[in-house]
């Protein structure tokens, strides 16, 4: 790892002093941004990042991104500096109180190295237990003084395994109730997209002859959303979600938890009659399951093994009709009635048809989610990204790291992050890293001047009068000017993609902002 994501402070500047010549120092201005990149990068390259982050408060700023970094189950070496040890017992200004549980419980590891002796051997510690599954985001508190210590010896360089397999007696009785069920229905995580199993996948539903859905709020598209098997995302709540189910005598989970909720509708986890099976690379999501039999295993590697224990083949691929909303949880809002403002529908379809085919989508705009997923499918690997937590202010920061990936593995895919407005002010900062780096990513703002998805919640859970979900007066374009990208407006189709065109045609980041009529979406 030779790329440092960052913005150092005081208690870093031991550790970043005479930076060395081959490496690379990634600068945001902001912690959640740093983390976020982090993020972004470390999934498009599919390795481990570094990120140097500011003590206590720093680390506290970079909370909200380190959630989605654990949800997304990406492999992060997070450090941050530390008061010199001569003087912790004392908690001067800017200490790290108790620096093992500030990140916690969002970091599978967090330590402060007892000697400045063990920090080479605490980043070796940090990188296995990083990179193993269920990888996730690692923390190292590192007094400024160390730095000045002498090394005891080079550092122990060792490998580790980035899968698990399955226990063999138990996939073969899981693939004996495949083989037994008459009418079994596949449910795909974003794990199958990590593992880079989409193939597999393919081949798994293929030979099973089941129906696909996507796991509830997945953040990564887990299946090619063009297959005549794909059905669409199941929605995230408990009685929906069962009856969605109904008719299916097994149900097999791969790669995801049983299952992400959000709000609260009531009913069985399960209809009657349906058996499920979870298989999953990571123990505590097998055991806080409320229903189901579970199998810990890496899911590219339970796939293929669950093909090479079927002994029924069953290819009976009729295709199905999937749900419009595709990956979404819940239906396109209904439009309101024409004007001279283009409605999210309109402006998500001009969008698909004036991008390049392989383009890579980011997406956080919540309220808009449905009509997205409609008018954009996801057909490819690795060619849709969004956050697992539902922290808002991930997106944004994460696209310039997916480009900076993109950039560094030579495969230039261009990126289109689509950010609501209100989630863009979450961490706009992060939009002049990649103007720094010269990142080719379009911006685009859909902007109805609301927080049009927390009106949804209002409806849901019966609660008007909730002050504060309108945001209306944000100059876009003057933010992107601000921080040194090109920013511009478009009001019709025909301009918008007049925009997209131009936005591939000059170098460095766009940001396009495009007003978009209002609408509540149902969130089931």
Not at 357 to 373: K, Q
Request: proline content about 9%; glycine content about 8%; hydrophobic content about 45%.
């Amino acid at each position: 790892m030779t790329t440092v994501f960052g913005n150092p402070g005081s208690t870093e500047e031991t550790f970043l002093k005479n930076f060395p010549s081959d490496f690379r120092f990634v600068l945001a201005l902001q912690e959640a941004s740093v983390m976020a990149i982090a993020d972004g990068y470390s999934q498009g390259t599919a390795h481990p990042a570094l990120v140097n982050v500011h003590t206590a408060a720093g680390l506290g700023n970079a909370m909200g991104n380190l959630i989605s970094a654990s949800m997304n189950r990406t492999p992060l070496i997070v450090t941050a500096g530390q008061q010199t040890r001569e003087m912790l017992l004392l908690e001067p200004w800017l200490t790290n109180v108790e620096p093992e549980m500030l990140p916690r419980p969002w970091v599978k590891w967090a330590y402060q190295p007892v000697r400045a002796e063990d920090v080479p051997a605490a980043f070796m510690r940090a990188y296995a237990t990083a990179v193993q599954p269920p990888a996730g985001p690692v923390f190292l508190s590192l007094p400024l003084d160390d730095w000045e210590k002498p090394a005891i010896g080079g550092a122990g360089m060792r490998t580790v395994a980035t899968g698990v397999a399955a226990d063999p007696v138990r996939l073969q009785e899981f693939a004996t109730a495949v083989d037994d069920s008459e009418r079994p229905v596949l449910i795909f995580g974003a794990a199958v997209a990590r593992d880079r199993a989409w193939d597999v996948a393919v081949e798994l539903a293929e030979r099973v002859g089941a129906p696909v859905w996507a796991a509830p709020a997945s953040e990564r598209a887990p299946f090619p959303e063009d297959h005549p098997l794909y059905m669409g995302g199941l929605p995230f709540a408990t009685g929906p979600l069962a009856e969605r189910l109904r008719g299916h005598d097994l149900a097999v989970i791969i790669g995801a938890p049983v299952f992400r909720y959000y709000p609260y509708v009531p009913g069985p986890y399960l209809p009657d009659g349906l058996r499920l099976l979870h298989i999953t690379d990571d123990p505590a999501e097998a055991a806080r399951a409320p229903v189901g039999d579970s199998l810990v295993s890496s899911a590219g590697v339970a796939i293929e093994m669950l093909v090479g224990a079927l002994r029924r083949d069953r290819r009976e691929l009729e295709p199905l009709t999937p749900q419009e909303h595709r990956m979404a949880p819940h239906p396109p809002a209904v439009a309101a009635a024409a004007d001279e403002v283009m409605s999210a529908r309109q402006l998500f379809a001009t969008l698909r048809s004036a991008c390049e085919a392989d383009t890579v989508l980011v997406e956080e705009s919540p309220s808009n989610l449905a009509d997205l997923h409609a008018e954009w499918p996801i057909t490819e690997p690795d060619a849709f990204y969004t956050f697992a937590s539902g922290g808002l202010g991930w997106n944004l920061p994460a696209s310039v790291g997916i480009a900076l990936a993109e950039t560094d593995s030579g495969r230039r895919r261009p990126v289109v992050a689509i950010i609501g407005d209100g989630s863009f002010q979450y961490s706009v900062q992060s939009i002049w890293t990649a103007a720094q780096h010269g990142l080719d990513i379009l911006f685009v703002v859909p902007r109805n001047g609301e927080y049009a998805i927390l009106k949804a919640f209002a409806d849901l859970e019966d609660t008007p009068g909730v002050p504060g979900l309108d945001i209306p007066g944000i100059d876009f374009v003057a933010l992107a000017t601000a921080y040194g990208c090109h920013g511009v407006r478009a009001s019709t189709p025909a301009e918008v993609a007049t925009e997209v065109a131009a936005a591939r045609a000059r170098s460095g980041p766009t940001l396009l902002e495009v007003a978009i009529s209002a609408a509540v979406p149902s969130l089931l």
